[in-house]
């Protein structure tokens, strides 16, 4: 794998490998010292243009344990704010020996350009780039899931015949677009559950199908049911009335979570917004994987960076670097 | 490309039962062994060694697999590595006898990171290494406490080693 872009062109054998490789890193956190020697020497710079803690924090943890060294770049307080260009933040990081590029931007797209323009030869990981995706959470997504349903018999298993529900603002969410293309490569069936003002215009296209109604959704009992956080600062224009009644419309409290299966699980990116979209009781409850995403998310990271790292590399000349 | 056997079926059950007695001698008896086979072959030769020595001593030997591939030196001098199976016996190898079980000893570097990967997991109080094949051309100070067969090669001849169990054959070979 060179570069890490999006859920959508990464076919089920390349998915499956990574969170392969994920179950090992995760075994690897279990032992009495949990740094592993693999990425000594390499360098891994986290360039963040948009707010973000744990994304970065678990991008940096996940460098570390592998041994490389980072170098964290927020655009706040740098000379991006300066109005130093794209490119030029990209190749002075690449002068100071940069191995992999680790970018949120606001803008979609950003990534696949830092990627493809010849700018830099390292390899690139999209932490989450405007409103197009967001490919690590997913991973670590389906990740929890697999790993709920499965146990330690996770590895090579797809997630043929899980229903998944994804439910919430779709239209500004790059992690359910990533989510939608992952999880339908692996072979879960994903239900979208939105308001109406929030389904993007193109999700005729999507391998989704689509319900406004949550409790028409919770009542087929899916395998997971994936909130969504309502992102105050996406909210320019009015989407829902009150967030009062987006709450109780689309919100998952204690009495909707009560109807779900035993079994069903129920995720959250985070941060959340308790009582806006889920409930306390629900966030805290023993179906929930807020917590055990985070910790996924981590062995998830490292496997990428593995699989972005370790090997003998070409860069996009084919010159071997 | 030709290819002449060197240890066949009978002679590898022979050097496997010869070295279940060496590790018992060694550590005088079975008390504290903890065997440990890197991936591939060397989990397959552990798998089996453990019974042998369990017959032996009357006794149950822990088995595992320790994987080495995180640990390697050379990861960018080759295509992307899966990592392997990492299975550590209940009981942990804290102050045990551990005896890393391989098939061939070449450089010595698969060791190396081996005994880097043991150090992650545990202490033990001793580490022997016992080898199917010892073909020579080390490159670190590492030797083997235990050897089947030592066969000199050249650096450009191959040494394949070729299990029932993954291979359908029990052989070792040498091409060249």
């Known amino acids: 794998m060179r570069h890490l872009l999006d859920t959508r062109s990464l076919d089920r054998d390349e998915a499956l490998r990574v969170l392969d490789v994920a179950e090992d890193m995760a075994e690897t956190q279990s032992r009495q010292i949990k740094k592993l020697p693999t990425l000594l020497g390499k360098t891994v710079v986290n360039l963040f243009f948009e707010d973000s803690t744990r994304t970065r924090i678990s991008f940096e943890a996940a460098a570390k344990r592998l041994s490389a060294d980072v170098i964290n770049f927020s655009a706040k307080g740098s000379s991006v704010s300066k109005g130093e260009s794209l490119k030029d933040t990209a190749q002075t990081l690449e002068a100071m020996g940069a191995d992999a590029v680790v970018i949120r931007h606001s803008a979609s797209g950003a990534p696949r350009t830092l ?16 409103t197009h995706e967001h490919p690590t959470q997913a991973l670590l997504d389906a990740f929890t899931i697999r790993k709920r349903r499965y146990g330690a018999d996770s590895r090579g298993r797809d997630l043929s015949g899980l229903r998944v529900v994804i439910v919430g603002d779709v239209l500004h969410s790059r992690v359910a ?34 319900l406004y109604d949550l409790d028409q959704a919770l009542a087929e009992g899916p395998d997971a049911v994936m909130m969504l956080r309502i992102q105050v600062e996406r909210m320019h224009a009015a989407f829902f009335p009150t967030e009062r009644e987006y709450s109780r419309l689309w919100g998952l409290d204690a009495l909707r979570a009560a109807t779900l299966p035993e079994s069903s699980i129920v995720m959250h990116p985070g941060p959340m917004n308790r ?47 | 490309m030709a290819a002449r056997t060197v240890l066949q079926e009978a002679d590898i059950a022979r050097a496997l039962t010869r070295i279940a007695h ?53 990861l960018s001098k080759h295509p992307t590595r899966a990592p392997k199976r990492t299975e550590i016996p209940e009981g942990g190898i804290d102050g045990k006898t551990v005896v890393l079980v391989d098939d061939v000893l070449f450089s010595g570097r698969s060791i190396r990171a081996a005994l880097d990967a043991i150090q992650s997991i545990g202490r033990p109080s001793v580490v ?23 066969i000199p090669s050249s650096r450009t001849e191959r040494v394949n080693v070729r299990l029932k169990e993954l291979d359908g054959a029990d052989e070792v070979t040498i091409e060249s």
């Not at chain 2, 991936?39 to 080495?68: F, M, N, Q």
């Open chain 1, 115 to 130: 990627a493809t323009s010849g700018w830099i030869s390292a390899g690139v990981v999209n932490a989450g780039d405007g």
């Open chain 1, 177 to 210: 677009r990533s989510n939608v293309w992952l999880l339908s490569t692996l072979g879960a069936e994903v239900t979208l559950v939105t308001p109406p003002t929030l389904v993007p215009q193109n999700v005729s296209q999507w391998p989704v199908r689509v």
């Open chain 1, 275 to 321: 009582g806006l979209e889920i409930s306390s009781e629900a966030a805290d409850s023993a179906r929930s994987t807020v917590l055990e995403q985070v910790t996924n998310g981590v062995s998830v990271r490292m496997a990428v960076l593995y699989l972005l790292l370790a090997g003998e590399r070409n860069d996009e000349r084919g010159e071997a670097k």
């Open chain 2, 22 to 74: 060496e590790i018992l001698e060694s550590n005088r008896g079975a008390e504290g062994v903890v065997l440990l086979g890197i991936p591939t072959r060397g989990v397959t030769l552990a798998d089996r060694l453990g019974p042998i020595i369990a017959g032996i001593a009357d006794t149950e030997i822990p088995v595992g697999s320790i994987d080495i591939t995180l640990y390697r030196d050379d």
């Open chain 2, 128 to 150: 022997r290494l016992a080898i199917l094949v010892d073909r020579g051309h080390r490159e670190l100070p590492i030797r083997p406490d235990f050897v089947g067969k030592n």
